[in-house]
């Protein structure tokens, strides 16, 4: 315990002797963090990566139904917001399009409404405009949505249609049930009032995007002081110096408790600059942020600590540390969220610590202990223990080679 003592005192004074350094560590950091956020929240504006854009609709089947569809395009209030619509004839869409005033026509060709009330597909036939791919594209999609809608409802309006005919209905039932049905399928029965479906439930991240960023930003910052704290005793303590500690019969166990230790405090403190004023600001349960911030501060000081151990080089580590870095940044979905990456980076960063610190924390705000939280906690838990076991493996290797 003796030793210890004497080295945690060593290591703690040559972490926190130079108060600029210390002063560099801590802020830099968070200036480079703030920065990138302040630029990514930008991207984050409503509408803002979309111009607002015009969509003439040509419509020659002027039926009840097509009118009902286009109501629900006009209606919309956050389509509203970035498309307008303009009800015109074929002449004056094409040319609105040719000028460059539009990103698409509608065509509803005539009869449109009562082929589909017989299980007839005609197609609804829609122009782009190649100047505004975007823009296009968008038309596309949303067009693509009314297609599935009106594939659903053939399919009901075809089924109870099929049920009359077999079971002798009168032929003028039928036809006011089917027009009903049209109607009733369509908006009711498959529960799409609008073009869109509107569920209003929590967010994918927690309450919105900017806690998902602030606590992803949090976490890499904790990494980013582990790894600073790591290289400042790295270049304070040489490899010589090391090796001559090991030779007086110290133990690698006291070395890296002393070197675990005062790194650990090192990224706690910095933590509680950051942690404070997000657990106000986000009003996040103080206790849950404190148990979170602990874990990853632990994880991370372990896993510099065995990559100091690894890479005994100081550029090296350099080197190492900051690829690192930025592989678990990005792998990790501190900069995008992993769920709109592809499969095969998707399933990278089910490896990666970086993620199942995020997932944990963001997780641990939702009050329950629920199984993607203890999946997490584990990997945490079992990958610090790899850290800490390959550390004392390589420190007692070198201990032998003395």
């Not at 504006?45 to 089947?61: G, H, K, L, M, W």
């Not at 122009?127 to 809608?149: C, V």
């Not at 896993?303 to 080089?313: A, G, N």
Request: hydrophobic letters at 50%.
């Amino acid at each position: 315990m003796g030793n210890f003592t004497i080295f945690l005192s060593f290591y703690v004074k040559a972490l926190f002797s130079t108060k600029k350094v210390i002063f560099a560590i801590i802020f830099i950091p968070i200036l480079f963090i703030s920065g990138i956020g302040l630029i990514g929240s930008q991207l984050f504006q409503q509408e803002s990566r979309v111009q607002p854009f015009q969509v003439a609709i040509v419509n020659e089947d002027p039926t009840l139904e097509t009118k009902m569809v286009i109501k629900q395009l006009t209606d919309n209030d956050h389509l509203n917001q970035l498309m307008e619509t303009i009800q015109t004839n074929q002449t004056h869409a094409d040319e609105l399009l040719n000028k460059n005033e539009i990103a698409g026509v509608i065509h509803i060709p005539k009869g449109f409404s009562g082929n589909v009330a017989h299980g007839e597909n005609t197609p609804v036939q829609v122009i782009g405009n190649q100047r505004r791919p975007l823009q296009s594209q968008l038309i596309h999609y949303l067009l693509k949505s009314a297609a599935d809608l009106t594939s659903a409802a053939q399919s009901g309006i075809n089924t109870v249609n099929d049920f009359m005919v077999e079971n002798d209905f009168p032929k003028d039932v039928r036809k006011k049930e089917l027009r009903k049905n049209i109607v009733t399928y369509a908006l009711h029965v498959l529960g799409r009032g609008q073009v869109f479906e509107e569920v209003k439930k929590a967010s994918l991240f927690q309450e919105d995007i900017l806690q998902y960023y602030a606590i992803s930003f949090f976490i890499l910052l904790l990494m980013i002081w582990g790894f600073c704290g790591q290289l400042l005793l790295t270049s304070r303590i040489n490899q010589s110096v090391s090796l001559r500690l090991l030779s007086y019969g110290i133990t690698p166990i006291h070395i890296i408790a002393a070197k675990f230790v005062a790194l650990f405090l090192l990224v706690m403190g910095c933590s509680l600059i950051i942690g404070i004023p997000l657990i106000i600001w986000m009003e996040l349960a103080p206790w849950s942020f404190v148990f979170g911030s602990v874990l990853i501060s632990l994880v991370f000081s372990l896993f510099f600590l065995m990559l100091e151990s690894l890479f005994q080089r100081e550029k090296v580590f350099l080197l190492m540390g900051v690829i690192f870095i930025l592989v678990g940044a990005i792998v990790g979905g501190h900069l995008i969220p992993t769920v709109y990456y592809p499969s095969w980076l998707e399933q990278m960063s089910s490896y990666s610590v970086n993620a199942w610190a995020l997932t944990f924390m963001l997780e641990i705000f939702h009050g329950e202990w629920t199984s993607s939280l203890s999946h997490s906690f584990k990997l945490l838990l079992l990958s610090s223990c790899g850290f800490l076991f390959i550390s004392i493996l390589l420190n007692a290797r070198k201990r032998r080679f003395l």
